[in-house]
Every structure is written in structure tokens, then in C-alpha cells.
């Protein structure tokens, strides 16, 4: 295939995802999101993931790992489900999943299932901007995964699971478990208790 036919093939795509992000945007503003941290904080990176109320508000928090994590698995899972679907349109699939997960995160019941399960406590949702920022990270795990191949991509999502649970004690399985089957000792390890 010549790269313009490729650029053809992946410009539609590319398109409807920018949609999907900026409609999804629209709906977390519609449901009372505000696009930036509600501390006036302006630095575009925070590090702290647990008792801070500037996670999940700044383009870029420690969290962000797990959205490159669900691009990997979504690339994953939208091979094996459409094998015979273009590779463009896969990734539609896993931005309007990750649009979908970042519309449901934002909603009270989990929002309430995060303080009640997790040590996030004061946890109230993400800004927009942050909510974009994990749609973003989600399109470059796809796009990792897409170009390292199944094995490849089960080795990344294990490495980077272990370095989130080693630096922040948490990771997307973790969050997972938490949102499922909460844990007491999970929780009581997360809060460093």
C-alpha cells in the first residue's frame, strides 16, 4: 500500500476519533466536569496520585499510565474480536471505548465506588482536560501495541504494571479489583497503613 492510500485509509478514522473526543468533552462539561483544575493550579504535570486534589485535574498525573494501558489492551482485544477490520477502525473502537470509560468514571456511582472502595477518599472526578489527556495516552498505547505486536504488548503492560505499583500502589489491574471486589488489604496497603 502507497502512503497515500494509507493516509487515505486512516484519515477517516483519525477524524471520527477527534469527534468522539471532543463530543465526549462536550458531555463531561454537559454533566458538570470542570475543564481544569478547580485549585487554579496551572502546571500541566502533578506527581502525586493518592490525597491530592490536583489528581486527575492537570494534562498529566501518574494515572495517565493506565490509559496507555487500556490503548494496549483495547488494541489487543479489537484484534482478536475484528481481525478482518482495518486497523484505523480498530482504533475508532478503542477511542469510543475509552470515551465511553471516561463518561462512566465520571459519574457519580463510580466516582462514590472510587472514595468507598479506594484509598482516593476525596476523590471528585477528572477535569476535562484531564479526561482528553487519557483519551490521548489511550490512542498511543493503541498505537504502541499495534506496533509491537501481541507479545510484545503483554510484556509492556506487565512492566508498566509493575512500575505503577512499585512508585504509586496502584495499577489499572489493581483499579480494577477495586471497582469489582474491593479488597481491605489492598485498600489498607494503598493508604500505607
Known sequence: MDSETHERNLSIPTLLSVGITISMSLLLW???RIWWCKQGDWAIF?????????TSQHVIDPYVLTH???GVAFCLIAALLFPKLAIGWRFVIAIAAEAG????ENSTFIIEKY???TASFDYFGDSIVNS???VAACAAGFWIAAKLGAWKSLAFFVLVEIILILSIRDSLLINIIMLIYPIDAIKLWQAGI
Do not use: F
Request: charged share 20%.
Open 115 to 117: 472514595r468507598a472502595n
Open 46 to 54: 502533578v506527581k502525586e496520585a493518592w490525597g491530592s486534589p490536583h
Open 132 to 134: 482528553i489527556a487519557d
Open 30 to 32: 454537559w454533566m458538570g
Open 68 to 70: 496507555v494501558l487500556h
Open 101 to 104: 470509560w471516561e463518561l462512566l
